[in-house]
């Protein structure tokens, strides 16, 4: 059954470093989306992607975030100078058109210090 | 902003028992998800509900679509312990992609 996938699984950075979060979404899917989840707290949407540019954004998402869909198969999250409190489980999604149900992948967990 | 109120935040139950969550809000969603998340994954699609009325099932679990849209239920029936997890409701408005999810059930069964 096709999945999404997501790397690194783990990823622990300095405050102000740059992070590069990766996904994979399923291949014939076409829109494709970030969410974070802080400890022990709900997922909560960070961005929407769809035909190489962001169709929907949320206020958490801002001038620190980038995404890009550099190639045919993988989707990026970029946060430029991370903060402490961007430390969360951040969660790919995709799904095949509008509306349409969204399938996760299994997070990468982010820890800044 | 949207908010989806889900309750109970946890339950403890025995084995065999049967289990029901629930997910309001005040503005209208057209579709209703339900999840489920175990520690350290992602959450993993267990219902789908596009129409208001619409009564699922999935094994043991059944989902309904409040028919004013504005609330879902999800039951689990005969529990076993592998359905230890948390339970998320999440709904999406018409106008875009953007899935709002609830508080979430924190779902424990005891053997």
């Known amino acids: 059954e096709p999945e999404v996938t997501q790397t690194p699984s783990h990823q622990v950075t300095q405050m102000g470093q740059e992070v590069i979060l990766r996904c994979v979404p399923i291949?014939?899917?076409?829109?494709f989306y970030w969410y974070r989840q802080i400890l022990g707290q709900k997922v909560e949407f960070l961005v929407s992607?769809?035909?190489?540019?962001?169709?929907?954004k949320s206020e958490i998402f801002d001038d620190q975030f980038s995404v890009e869909r550099p190639d045919g198969s993988n989707f990026t999250l970029k946060i430029r100078s991370t903060k402490l409190e961007d430390s969360a489980m951040y969660f790919c999604?995709?799904?095949?058109?509008?509306?349409?149900?969204?399938?996760f992948g299994p997070g990468t967990r982010l820890l800044v210090l | 902003g949207q908010q989806l109120n889900q309750s109970p935040q946890s339950m403890f139950i025995q084995e065999g028992e049967d289990v029901s969550m629930n997910c309001t809000s005040s503005?209208?969603?057209?579709?209703w998800l339900w999840y489920k998340q175990d520690p350290g994954e992602g959450p993993v699609l267990l219902i789908a509900?596009?129409?208001?009325?619409e009564l699922t099932s999935n094994g043991r679990l059944t989902a309904q679509f409040g028919i004013t849209r504005k609330d879902s239920f999800l039951n689990i029936s005969a529990s076993i312990p592998s359905d230890v997890g948390i339970y998320f409701c999440?709904?999406?408005?018409?106008?875009?992609?953007?899935?709002?999810f609830g508080g979430g059930t924190r779902l424990m069964v005891k053997p």
């Open positions: 999604a995709s799904s095949g058109g509008l509306g349409e149900t969204q399938y």
């Open positions: 503005s209208i969603f057209n579709t």
């Open positions: 291949s014939n899917h076409l829109y």
């Open positions: 992607f769809y035909n190489n540019e962001i169709s929907e």
């Open positions: 999440a709904g999406l408005r018409n106008a875009g992609n953007m899935l709002t």
């Open positions: 509900l596009y129409k208001a009325g």
